[in-house]
C-alpha cells in the first residue's frame, strides 16, 4: 500500500507560470507512475494564477486533495502564513520542491527505504543546474552525506518538515544561507544520486538583497562568512555505495 504522500510546492506564481506548471504536471504524473496510488498536494502561491493552477490540476483524477494558500509574498512569508501546514502531521512523507524544479528519474519507494535505512531527516536527489558542483558530481549509487544541500527538492517526515520550516526565519525571506547551517542545526542529511532532478529556469531573485538577508542570517547563528562555515562543516562529509 502506498504511503500517505504529500507534494509540498515550497512557491509558484509569476513570471514563466505555463513552463511552471508544465513542470509541475510532469512531476506529479511521475510520482503518480511511481506510486500507483492517490496523493494529495499543498501549494503556496504568491500571486492571482491561484485559478489557473487549480484548473490544471482538476485534469489530474489521481490527486486526492488540493490544498492552496494563496498570498502575496516571498518563500519564508507564504510557509509562516499558510494555516494548512497542521495537517502536515496527517502524512506519512512529504516532496518538498521548487516550482521549477523538474523529476528526470525517482523511485519514490526506493527513496523512502534509502531515507529510513540510513535513518536521513532531509534528503535530496542530484540535483543538474543547481549552483553547487557537488550536488551532481557523484556516481549513480553513490549516497553523499553532507553538511549542506540545495533546497530544490527534499523527501522529509512531518518531523523533518517543521524542523525545515522552524530554521527558516521570515528576515531571510529568499533563504539563502539555509542551506550552509544543516550542520550547525545537527540535521542529518544526505544526498541520493541513484535519483534525479533538474533545475530548469534562471533564476530572478535579486541577488543583492537576498546576498544581504543571508549573511545577516548566518551571523544570527554565529557565523561571519560561508567559508568559516564550511570550514567547520564541510558540504560533504562521508560518502557510500549503495547496494
Not at 50 to 65: A, D, H, R, V, W
Request: hydrophobic share 40%; aromatic share 14%.
Amino acid at each position: 500500500m502506498a504511503p500517505f504522500f504529500l507534494y509540498y510546492l515550497a512557491a509558484i506564481g509569476n513570471p514563466n507560470i505555463d513552463v511552471k506548471l508544465d513542470i509541475l504536471k510532469h512531476n506529479l504524473t511521475s510520482i503518480y507512475d511511481s506510486i500507483q496510488s492517490q496523493f494529495d498536494i499543498m501549494i503556496n502561491c504568491y500571486d492571482d494564477t491561484g485559478p489557473k493552477i487549480k484548473e490544471m490540476l482538476s485534469s489530474l483524477s489521481f490527486l486526492n486533495n488540493v490544498i492552496i494558500h494563496e498570498k502575496k509574498g516571498r518563500l519564508v512569508e507564504l510557509w509562516y502564513t499558510n494555516p494548512h501546514h497542521e495537517l502536515v502531521q496527517n502524512y506519512h512523507y512529504i516532496l518538498y520542491m521548487l516550482d521549477d524544479v523538474k523529476i528526470n528519474n525517482m523511485d519514490i519507494y526506493e527513496f523512502i527505504n534509502i531515507k529510513n535505512t540510513y535513518a536521513i531527516e532531509f534528503l535530496s536527489p542530484k540535483v543538474i543546474g543547481g549552483t553547487w558542483e557537488y550536488m551532481r558530481n557523484q556516481e549513480d549509487n553513490v549516497l553523499a552525506f553532507a553538511n549542506n544541500i540545495e533546497l530544490f527538492c527534499l523527501l522529509l517526515t512531518p518531523r523533518d518538515f517543521y524542523k525545515f520550516i522552524s530554521i527558516n526565519d521570515v528576515e531571510n525571506n529568499y533563504t539563502w544561507g539555509v542551506d550552509l547551517l544543516l550542520g550547525h542545526f545537527k540535521i542529518k542529511s544526505a544526498i541520493c544520486f541513484s535519483f534525479c532532478v533538474s533545475h530548469m529556469l534562471y533564476s530572478t531573485t535579486d541577488g543583492g538583497i537576498a546576498g544581504g538577508q543571508m549573511h545577516d542570517y548566518i551571523r544570527k547563528h554565529g557565523y561571519q562568512s560561508v567559508s568559516q562555515i564550511n570550514e567547520k562543516y564541510p558540504p560533504i562529509y562521508k560518502t557510500i555505495f549503495l547496494s
